[in-house]
């Protein structure tokens, strides 16, 4: 059935790809913007491509208590269960963002597992790219839920690299500031972290993420200047997008020298996210993708926010396709047999702008800001050497 495209391994390298079908199960309530559904449409996509004879695919397992405490607090998890469950000002649960629901535990140590097994398979050498699209939730805190996040699968992930390998890049194209995974790794030099996000301290979740925070400048912290923001405005385009993170990715990579590559994927940086607020297609958001695995270092790569399931699916199943090789040789039409096919609209894993908004929305980010931004990073990056 599957075979109908032709899809087999990479030769050269391999891609691992990390999937708990359970954590679809939980709802965050009837409206709230998260829905873990949108893995499920992932999936669909990924295996009626055949996407999955490409890879090594893994049922992830959930994390321990043990593993969550890595980073967590130990007094943090526990009221995450629903035996111990209450609202908690404390620990910021139970409010509209982070509500408690059945089964928060099993779904937050499924997201766990999924990194954290995905990291170990690059510990071992047995992945070149792993894959954990239900990781990503990069706003947790040690012992605070924020933005839809409860456990930091992203800082347990990295953790986990950094036992094997001497220096991670962290890279965020979620449309929000990767504030969790910044602060986690504040006051170290083997991690590197840059968020592209929307930036409007007055309106914008979480309101942090300016160009000039790089994290606390004493002369006894070696993490300074190890926290790049990329903070930018309305309708950016494919165009604009693609050539800045190029831009900041590959000075980044010539100074800090990384030697694992951890890439959150959010969805809500699309074009038509019902959060998000870009001009981005499937293409420009994928090119960041393209350009990481070009560079030839061990990847991981998460998901993280994305509120229209259909787009986000899209994306993240093109982006798959990226991983293994596949995304120039793929029928852009949604194979027949999907299950959820009617869900996508269209019928294309790669619609126009005007198929998705209509009318873009308007570009709020002139040229000259984004070679300020350039000029900015050049100037942080001339402190880091490796
Ligand atoms: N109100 N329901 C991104 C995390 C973004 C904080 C303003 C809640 C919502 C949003 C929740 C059903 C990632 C804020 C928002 C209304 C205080 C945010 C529940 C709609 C609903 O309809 C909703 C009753 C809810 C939440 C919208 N929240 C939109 N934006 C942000 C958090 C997470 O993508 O980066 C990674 C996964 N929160 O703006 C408020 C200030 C709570
Ligand atoms: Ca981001
Ligand atoms: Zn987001």
Redesign the pocket.
Known sequence: MAHEYGITKPKGYNVTFHYNPNMERHH???????KPWRLTLTKSLVTSYGMNFAMDNYTARTATYEELTNFHTNDYPTPLDVDNMHPDLKFNLG???C?LFEGLYDYCSMSAGSSLDAARKICSKQADIAIAWGG????AKKSEAS???YINDIVLAILQLLRVYPRVLYIDI???HGDGVEEAFLSTDRVMTVSFHKYDPNT???GTGALDDNGPRSEHNPGAHHALNIPLNDGITDEQYSSLFESVISRCVEKFRPSAIALQC?A?SLAGDR?GKFNLLVEGHSSCVEYCKKLGIPLIMFG???YTPRNVARAWAYETAVAIGQDKNIPHKIPEHTPWRERFRQDTLLPTIEQILGEPRQNRNPEKKLRDIVQHVTEQLRFVSH
């Open positions: 965050f309530g009837q409206t709230h913007p998260m409010g509209s963002d509500p990503g939730l990069h706003h933005g839809f996040c979620d449309v929000h914008f979740f979480p959010g809500d959060l993280g926010g994305g």
